[in-house]
């Protein structure tokens, strides 16, 4: 194809496929509002127990998470499907998202959380954790529903005839009665399906009293049918069953890359690519490790308040470690196996791997040129993405969460998370199903059509453990979108894939925040972090220094020397026809391939 053609191909691909994003999948994340920043809900949080409770706050730490309402968000995405979704949730003021803050203290029980909403800021929720034996004044129950109504009038402007009772229970402890109050919204009363005995969601307001306290309070939460959750767990096993396999052909393949290592570890392309891995697979594990502290309130969120802080969260980060140490190893194995197979099965395609650019400069056009096509399939892969998800929402009864968007949230920089993500995501699963897999499948004299699609049947079938329901259709997406990067990394390069895979998970991981430029820190972080590639590719392009690419023979031991002289004397007295079975020979009984080749120019 003329080049310049391919180019306009690209671009119009790319232009198609943000139409379909911007068009199919942008009004669902739209409904993910972060106007309300992190410090903004605690200062609220604080000021809200000063004020309303009376609570002095002195001494107490504080840890955030951010909450997604994921039982909610499914529910009525399953029965009134997404866009009926967000318009009942809109008329009921309802919040999705909230950040929740705990203020606790070492080794006490009583605690308090306040959940603020993402949105507006207005304080949702509040619950006042004491210890079971904490005293508080009798009262009886009539006086109790009395505090709770007068609580809720005063704190939502509550409506009581909006409302119909829906429980009241007490519980006696030692030194105190408490009671439990909620009311159903008579507007909001969605069944699970059509049959009658299935259950319905309702939407209740729900007040705690003990003495003369309110002890909690939430102003709106949908009650889920126990049946749906019923389905759910099941639908849940699916997705598990199909990781427990995708876990097992893993192995499998890791396994294959390790012996593969093993037995070429002192052929010319390994012992020339294995510096940069190593150091690219450091780099890696320092990131992720860097994350783990920058995500510091996620571990301390989870502080149960029976054992010693400090051991706590010692403990916590080794654990937090120990994971990207395992990631690092499971990109370096399949890396360096591929690279070794690359060369062997498909010596003049260069750009499937870092080698010819490791032997010339990294600073090139061909560098630049893989980039910059990354980011046109990007946008081309999303587009896919985003037209295979609205198929599924109309065929397949498919319906996906948010909580996976919001999980860089409660991050001190949320735009490190994301660059974290999609760094190790990027460089480890494409070394592994593009780098290694495609071309171990072709060794093996699989053809490359085939090859392409089990790598990405494999890789996308690992995605399964992801809560879209159901849990098989995220297999097929997955599936879908890792052919269209087999075809980007055979026509264009590994470069180009990686940009590609890291652009999307970075894009998605920031979403919330590009969606919000009033976060400004927020906003202008997570844009550095979709441009650096590109500007990556712009130092490429600028300072090209068109460095010719350095023979591997340059990096021959003694021993490949010897070997390479003698087949070079070897193969003068060869007929054209001789040369051919000699060659065949060499390489199946395991000839380092970066000799035979040499030889063989």
């Keep these: 194809m003329n080049k310049r053609l391919e180019w306009i191909l690209l671009f119009a691909l790319a232009a198609g496929g943000v139409f379909l994003w911007c068009r199919l999948s942008l009004p669902r994340y739209q409904s993910i509002d972060l106007s309300i920043s992190l410090n903004k809900a605690v200062d609220i949080s604080k000021g809200f127990l000063k004020s309303r409770r009376g609570v002095d706050i002195n001494g107490y730490q504080t840890a955030v998470m951010f909450n997604v309402d994921e039982a909610t968000d499914r529910f009525l995405q399953k029965t009134i499907g997404p866009r009926a979704s967000q318009r009942l949730l809109h008329q009921w003021h309802y919040d999705l998202f909230a950040w929740v803050v705990r203020f606790f203290k070492e080794k006490q029980k009583e605690e308090y959380k306040v959940a603020v909403s993402s949105a507006t800021g207005e304080v949702i929720s509040f619950s006042h954790i004491i210890e079971d034996t904490a005293s508080r004044p009798l009262v009886d129950k009539e006086t109790a529903r009395q505090l709770a109504l007068n609580f809720l009038k005063t704190t939502f402007a509550f409506d009581p005839t909006q409302y119909i009772v829906h429980a009241e229970n007490v519980k006696k402890f030692d030194n105190r009665l408490e009671y439990s109050f909620s009311w159903q919204n008579k507007g909001v009363d969605i069944p699970w399906s059509k049959s009658h005995d299935k259950g319905n969601a309702k939407l209740l307001t729900s007040v705690a009293v003990s003495g003369g306290e309110v002890l909690s309070f939430s102003k709106s939460q949908f009650e889920i049918p126990d049946g749906f959750n019923r389905y759910v767990d099941n639908l849940k096993q699916t997705g598990q069953n199909l990781t427990l396999v995708f876990r097992i052909f893993y192995l499998a393949l890791l396994t294959i890359a390790i012996v593969v290592v093993v037995n070429r570890k002192q052929q010319v392309v390994?012992?020339?690519v294995k510096p940069f891995y190593i150091t690219l697979g450091i780099g890696m594990f320092i990131l992720m490790a860097a994350d783990v502290f920058n995500s510091y309130q996620d571990i301390l969120y989870?502080?149960?308040?029976t054992q010693s802080l400090g051991d706590y969260v010692i403990r916590q980060l080794i654990e937090n470690i120990i994971g990207p140490f395992f990631v690092v190893v499971a990109f370096i194995l399949p890396a360096l196996a591929g690279e070794s197979l690359r060369f062997e099965m498909a010596s003049s395609a260069k750009n499937r791997g870092f080698l010819s650019t490791?032997?010339?400069?990294?600073?090139?056009?061909?560098?630049?040129?893989?980039?910059?096509?990354?980011?046109?399939?990007?946008?081309?892969?999303?587009?896919?993405?985003?037209v295979i998800y609205d198929w599924g929402f109309k065929n397949c009864g498919v319906w996906d969460e948010l909580s996976w968007l919001t999980q860089?949230?409660?991050?001190?920089?949320?735009?490190?998370?994301?660059?974290?993500?999609g760094f190790q995501a990027s460089f480890s699963e494409e070394a592994m199903f593009r780098l290694f897999a495609i071309n171990l499948f072709k060794k093996y004299g699989v053809p490359t059509i085939l090859a392409v699609f089990l790598s990405a049947l494999m890789w996308g079938f690992g995605h399964t453990g992801y809560e879209i329901f159901p849990m098989w259709f995220r297999g097929l997406e997955v599936t879908s979108i890792?052919?269209?990067?087999?075809?980007?990394?055979?026509?264009y390069g590994l470069v180009c894939v990686i940009v590609a895979h890291f652009l999307i998970d970075a894009f998605l991981s920031s979403l919330p925040y590009l969606l919000n430029p009033h976060a400004f820190f927020n906003f202008y972080g997570a844009l550095a972090v979709i441009v650096l590639?590109?500007?990556l590719g712009l130092i490429a392009f600028i300072f090209d220094k068109n460095t010719p690419e350095k023979p591997l023979s340059i990096r021959f031991n003694p021993?490949?020397?010897?070997?390479?002289?003698l087949l070079q004397e070897i193969c003068r007295s060869k007929t054209p026809e001789e040369l051919i079975v000699l060659k065949k020979d060499l390489q199946r009984h395991g000839w380092d391939a970066a000799i035979i080749e040499r030889v063989f120019e």
């Design 559 to 565: 021993q490949q020397e010897f070997n390479f002289n």
């Design 408 to 421: 860089a949230s409660t991050s001190f920089m949320p735009a490190f998370t994301a660059l974290a993500i």
């Design 482 to 491: 890792g052919i269209i990067m087999g075809f980007f990394y055979l026509r």
């Design 302 to 305: 989870g502080y149960p308040t």
């Design 358 to 386: 490791l032997l010339s400069s990294f600073c090139s056009l061909p560098i630049a040129r893989q980039i910059f096509i990354g980011y046109l399939a990007a946008p081309i892969i999303l587009g896919a993405q985003a």
């Design 270 to 272: 390994a012992r020339t």
């Design 533 to 535: 590639p590109l500007l």
